[in-house]
């Protein structure tokens, strides 16, 4: 009873599909892996440019330098993700840093000193948390109003110069090694495995994507979509916190004027490379890993190849914009 | 009818990630006729369609229209070869206006080059007046009811000249008296030598509407024909590969137990004065037409809107839901309709798509125990039939009905007492519909209280003990499941008829 439309149906399979589909995995590994695929080429690139790349030193060295924004650069994924935005983060980095040394030398106390500097993280991003989910202010208006503020308090405890530490034992926290590893290293590789454990394997993890992806249907999902988003910023703010510390400690000082200047723009470009959306709800804990190290490649390698510091930005520049042209290809 | 063909696509082949969708299928569309492309959930009809509107490439195969070879190789150039897509998500920008989202891409600029608001304008009432719909060019979208949107999708497809209209499930959120407005139109398309596909569950609509058929199974061709030649059982059979009944379904006794009570809940200009109750094991619905306010005042009783007055009582205890996390805690599931929009989470997997309101469940120590997730997963995949390669897939990548199963499955993995089915099959299969239909009445079974929303009357007559029928906001009458009828329905939903004491 069927009337085929078509008689010639029977016709054997030809090769197209099997090509069609390898093409199809190919760009699927792509897709999905694309950061480090990027990351090992500059990495042999690098090798290959300069000798001195690939010596150990230099690759702790590396791995020191990029380890203030990387954990800035995890909170800032973990915002990005949930659909926001954090300009503070350099700022907050200065003020938390100011705040922290006054704690430092008042008590004496390195303990005091850190709980002051967690403490004031996460109160200044519970605060932007707060702007964002009660006072329904766009991420970017209300980070963008805390980043001149908390830049401003600190520049006015601080005079607008550095203060320093009077703490003997506080630079140790930046400046000890482990083995052969600087404990920031340390710190910042172990953040990223927390947080890659946060987002991956945890309810909060899953509650942050479905708010980036679809705010309407995570509500209807029955998630508590202003305690997650409140949380976010909170968490960012710890994060710089910790970066904080450790700025702090590498000086012994803090800058109210120059410390944390641009953070922002590094730890948003590092997502980026990464591999996360603008617009939230996709990309990996992971790829913000390798796009900071790209970063930290790169200013490496401009440095090893005497490149004047005033065209760095710009070579910066243009790897953000390949690496989002790339990516909106899929 | 002369038989002249106009579309002709020769053994089309498609595989994603090696994953066989289309085994080559080939398809015949005439001039000025309207053409079912039938098959069930995941057969490869929105996928064939998007070959066609040059979303997607084929790995094989070819496409004629008119005898000319012609390469879709984006949406652009099969546009310009006179096709136009409806598509079965609706697409609509809700912070843009009704003209604005007609217009989006092609609009009209006068000889300055500025934007000719009043042109648009101008165009976007006749369309939408042709088509039947009252709402004003210049009324924001996000504001509009679901039919509207719909209708908004299928306006724009036909401002621009084409020859051929894919429809992918038009009618997908439109009820009775909506979609014999579309008709009307599509047979004035007709008359002027437009050819239409036309993808649809809807059987009764397939018979109204289509002159021939061809029907998909598992991306093959399964047979094709002329529709008046055929029973409606036979084309079933030959998508789902058995007959399927239409009869009412036998229901278990209610129990006595009052799981929802809702006294005078009212909201300005949503509704007002709402009065129900719902049994344990009852299956209860509500209909209506557009804009009756039925989903709004489920939402209110989901805590998703909070601005009420009146009461909610939850076992006897009276309520105060302001968030559906509170409503979840009650035990109350709420399963929204039009997906895209309310529920589906497109950059999570599916797996992670049904666990996302039962997240504690899943709990151990802090971590997500996904192999649990996994297990259950493949427990709903096997009862729900989802049709599914790799469940890490993200959702959006799954057939519309099978990304529907999945949200039935999301809660009912959540497990409540009080389960509220807003559309619940949209753009399911028949196949799966009555499959869906008899898990729905085991849950009542087994002493839940079902709540269905529907604007589909043969669905509500089918499933409900107790049906109730709302008008602009307010309930306007109830019936006895038994006992009624869509005319009876109808009548009342669309005000013709008021009456506020119960019937039955
Ligand atoms: N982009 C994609 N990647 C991977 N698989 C896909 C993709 N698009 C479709 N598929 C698969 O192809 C199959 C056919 O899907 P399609 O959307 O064509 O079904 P359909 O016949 O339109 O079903 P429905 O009636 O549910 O809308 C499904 O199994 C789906 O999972
Ligand atoms: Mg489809």
Known sequence: MNRLANPELKEPAKQGSAMGSAKSRLTWIWSEYSVIIAFVIIFILAAIVSPRFLDINNQLNILMQVSIIGIVALGMTVVMLSGGIDLSVGSVLALVGVLTVLALNATGSILVGILTALASGVIIGLLNGLLVAKGKIASFIATLGMMAGARSIALYIAEGGSISGEVSGFTAIANTELWVIDVPIIIFILMAVLVYMLMHKTSFGRHVYALGSNEKAALLSAIRVDRVKIAVYSLAGLLVSVAAIIETSRLNSISSSSSGMQYELDAIAAVIIGGTRMTGGRGKVIGTFFGVLILGILNNMMNLMNVSPHLQGFVKGAIIIVAVVFQKRE | MENKVYLEMRNIKKSFNGVKVLKGVSLQVQKGEVHALLGENGAGKSTLMNILGGVHQPDSGSITIEGRDVKMSDPRESKANGVSFIHQELNVVPDLMVYENLF?????????????????????????????????????????????????????????????????????????????????????????????????????????????????????????????????????????????????????????????????????????????????????????????????????????????????????????????????????????????????????????????????????????????????????????????????????????????????????????????????????????????????????????????????????????????????????????????????????????????????
């Open chain 2, 104 to 504: 989006l891409g092609t609009e009209i600029k006068n000889k300055f080059g500025f934007l000719h608001v009043e042109e648009m304008c101008r165009q976007t009432a006749d369309i939408l007046g042709r088509l039947g719909v009252d709402i004003h060019p210049k009324s924001y979208v996000r504001e509009l009811d679901n039919s509207y949107k719909q209708f908004i999708e299928i306006a724009k497809s036909l401002l621009h000249k084409s020859e051929l209209i894919i429809m992918d499930e038009p009618t997908s959120s439109l009820a009775d008296h909506e979609v014999e407005r579309l008709f009307t139109f599509i047979r004035n398309l007709k008359e002027t030598g437009v050819s239409i596909i036309y993808i649809s569950h809807k059987l009764k609509e397939i018979e109204e509407i289509c002159d021939r058929f061809t029907v998909l199974r598992d991306g093959e061709l399964a047979g094709a024909g002329i529709v008046k030649e055929f029973k409606l059982d036979q084309i079933t059979k030959l998508m789902v590969g058995k007959a399927i009944s239409n009869e009412r379904f036998e229901h278990k006794e209610i129990q006595d137990t009052v799981l929802l009570e809702v006294n005078n809940l009212s909201t300005e200009g949503l509704y007002k004065n709402i009065n129900f109750s719902v049994k344990a094991g009852e299956v209860v619905g509500f209909t209506g037409l557009a804009g009756d306010g039925r989903t709004e005042l489920f939402e209110s009783i989901f805590g998703y809107r909070k601005k009420y007055t009146g009461q909610i009582k939850v076992r006897g205890q009276v309520l105060k839901i302001d968030h559906p996390q509170k409503a979840v805690k009650a035990k109350i599931g709420f399963v929204p309709k039009n997906r895209k929009e309310n529920a589906i989470i497109k950059d999570l997997s599916v797996i992670h798509n049904m666990s996302l309101s039962s997240l504690s469940k899943f709990n151990r120590n802090g971590l997500l125990d996904q192999s649990l997730e996994r297990k259950r997963f493949r427990y709903y995949k096997d009862l729900l039939n989802i049709k599914v390669h790799d469940p890490n897939i993200t959702i959006d990548k799954l057939s519309g009905g099978n990304q529907q199963k999945v949200m039935l499955a999301k809660w009912l993995e959540a497990d409540p007492d009080i389960l509220i089915f807003d559309n619940p099959t949209q753009g399911i299969d028949v196949g799966a519909k009555q499959e869906i239909y008899e898990q729905i009445l085991a849950l009542a079974a087994m002493g839940k209280a079902i709540i269905i929303l529907s604007s589909e009357a043969p669905e509500i007559l089918r499933l409900c003990q107790r049906i109730y029928v709302m008008y602009q906001g307010e309930i306007v009458s109830s019936f006895n499941g038994n006992r009624a009828t869509e005319d009876m329905i109808m009548s009342y939903a669309t005000g013709a008829k008021r009456e506020d004491e119960q019937i039955g």
